[in-house]
């Protein structure tokens, strides 16, 4: 008879033979691995690995620094000079033309509206502009509209179709209008995509303005741009009037922002046939936009009519700067404001509120609160689960999702994945408190008799 030993051939003995020695030398990288990270420096008395780690850390900052020397050294510019630069606006100016960047950015993309239109009673997906529309994935059924609805789409591009030419266009002679998307839902789409257009352009103006305005603010100490500065207050252009114009700058580029979301927002359609449509992740770019120029806008006015005492900020900083590197205060540090981070990235999908988290752990570290640290571990824990809920929701094939959809489910992975984290930081944070003797900040009972409670101002 057949026995099982006769069934086995070289070949399966060679691919067995084969897999038992990359699993064998996997295995041997795992216990080189453990044994880096376990064994000790004698000298040092710190972990290898951390040595390695730092080793290469400032290996790495070296470099940098050397580049930024070479930069400098070919545009001229002295680290004296660099050090004359206010701080403040030179950040905003930086932000400012990541802003213009994102704007430039939304308005050509067709992530600006998600719908279901009908063709002879075929559903199809398409994804609108502020100009055209394409159907389905990559426009791979825009061909459709001009086969089977005869439509001159105004395009060379066949993924695309003008919405002005869908607005024009009548349906098929003895057609069933029930069976079509109506024309008038693309001229409400047209008129919606050419107002917000008219307003994104004209918003561009102030928008190159708080690029270039904010940035000669931040060098006016330096060299050539103090010149010109001052021969410009000569002229009667106070340094308050420059001020005030580079404030009306950011109102305006604001203000522009706010009223092409409203106006493209009140102007759309209910729906495209089937369903109704969604804002997409180009209109969340703009959204996005807004936030930051909301940010960094009032930081700057603050900044510029001395609203502010950027006392505790310093302080904050400094506290941030001189924490260990491998800490985990410094891990906490840095793991708030990566979170920080993906929350307002996640503004292009909706407006993300709890970024509060992330305020209310920061203040935690910072005034060292005890009622703060209890407030973040229950609520974020409570957000956790919801997010598991939301997680099992989630459709497991991202084949399926748009392009903006991938980038924010991807950030919505990574803030789960980082408020497990966070809350393992903290329990660290605790005990690397108790064993430096560090304490928590109380605070003081109310010893007046009688005395109602206060909400603190």
């Given at each position: ?50 040595d ?22 070919k ?41 279901f239109?009908?063709?002879d ?37 066949g ?10 266009a ?16 693309w ?19 102030p ?121 985990a ?103 690397e ?25």
């Amino acid at each position: 008879g057949f026995s099982c030993a006769e069934g086995i051939t070289g070949a399966d003995m060679a691919e067995t033979s084969s897999a038992s020695g990359k699993a064998g030398a996997i295995v041997d990288k795992l216990k080189g691995v453990a044994q880096r990270v376990l064994i000790k420096n004698p000298e040092t008395g710190s972990y290898v690995i951390l040595d390695e780690a730092k080793e290469k850390y400032h290996a790495l900052a070296t470099r940098g620094s050397n580049l930024s020397r070479s930069v400098l050294d070919k545009t001229g510019i002295s680290p004296e000079d660099l050090s004359k630069v206010h701080r403040v606006p030179a950040l905003v100016a930086f932000a400012a033309i990541i802003i213009n960047l994102l704007l430039i950015f939304s308005r050509y993309n067709t992530g600006w509206v998600k719908g279901f239109m009908k063709i002879d009673g075929k559903v199809y997906e398409a994804y609108v502009s502020l100009m055209a529309v394409e159907l389905g994935e990559g426009g791979t059924d825009t061909w459709r509209l001009r086969e089977e609805m005869g439509v001159d789409c105004g395009t060379a591009d066949g993924e695309y179709c003008m919405l002005s030419s869908l607005c024009l266009a009548s349906l098929p002679e003895g057609a069933d209008p029930r069976t079509y998307t109506p024309p008038k839902a693309w001229c409400a789409l047209e008129e919606a995509g050419t107002l917000a257009q008219t307003l994104l352009w004209l918003g561009f103006i102030p928008g190159v303005g708080t690029m270039f305005l904010t940035l000669l603010f931040a060098a006016k100490e330096i060299g050539k741009v103090g010149t010109y500065l001052s021969k410009a207050e000569s002229q009667g252009i106070t340094m308050t009037i420059q001020k005030y114009v580079i404030s009306v700058c950011w109102i305006s580029l604001w203000a522009f922002l706010l009223v092409s979301m409203v106006a493209y927002a009140a102007a759309l359609p209910d729906g495209l046939g089937v369903g109704l449509i969604t804002l997409e992740a180009s209109f969340g770019v703009v959204r996005l936009s807004f936030l930051l120029v909301s940010i960094f806008g009032a930081l700057l006015i603050v900044s510029l009519f001395d609203m502010w005492r950027a006392d505790g900020f310093i302080e904050a900083w400094m506290e941030f700067a001189e924490t260990p590197l491998f800490s985990a205060k410094k891990a906490l540090y840095l793991e708030l404001m990566l979170q920080m981070c993906c929350y307002l990235l996640m503004f292009v999908d909706k407006v993300q509120w709890e970024l509060l988290l992330v305020v209310i752990c920061a203040y935690y570290v910072d005034a060292k609160v005890h009622n703060f640290m209890l407030m973040y571990v229950v609520l974020s824990s409570a957000s956790i689960l919801f997010d598991l809920v939301e997680l099992c929701f989630m459709p497991q094939d991202w084949e399926k999702y748009t392009p903006g959809q991938t980038f924010t489910h991807g950030l919505f992975m990574t803030v789960l994945t980082l408020k497990v984290i966070i809350l393992g930081t903290i329990y660290l944070y605790e005990k690397e408190t108790e064993a430096s003797g560090g304490a928590w900040r109380s605070f003081p009972a109310d010893d007046v008799e009688g005395r109602e409670d206060e909400i603190a101002e």
